[in-house]
């Protein structure tokens, strides 16, 4: 009878351990899971702040496009009257 109830103390003490250490294993997920969850936030963030700057970079870029277009149709246009009146006189 002794012999059995040490082999029971035994095997429970062994199940204890096996579930402190589950236990201490999911702990151990979870804080992996929460910081990498923290870094996902931090570089979607990074990335958003990214794409608004690539965004204002593309509206400069077609406004600069814009304005060289309007100053070659400007002098494209001053040049008409320049080369009618030339041609003319030639």
């Known amino acids: ?23 201490a294993s999911q702990e151990l997920h979870k804080t992996q899971l929460e910081e990498l969850g923290k870094l996902i936030t931090q570089k979607m963030e990074l990335l958003e702040e990214r794409m608004t700057s690539m965004s204002s970079f593309v509206l400069v870029l077609q406004n600069e496009k814009g304005n060289i277009v ?5 002098s494209t246009a001053v040049d008409i009257p320049e080369k009618v009146e030339q041609a003319l006189t030639d």
């Open 1 to 23: 009878m002794k012999d059995e109830t040490l082999g029971h103390v035994e095997r429970f003490s062994m199940v204890k351990q096996k579930h402190e250490a589950l236990v």
């Open 70 to 74: 309007r100053d070659e149709l400007e």
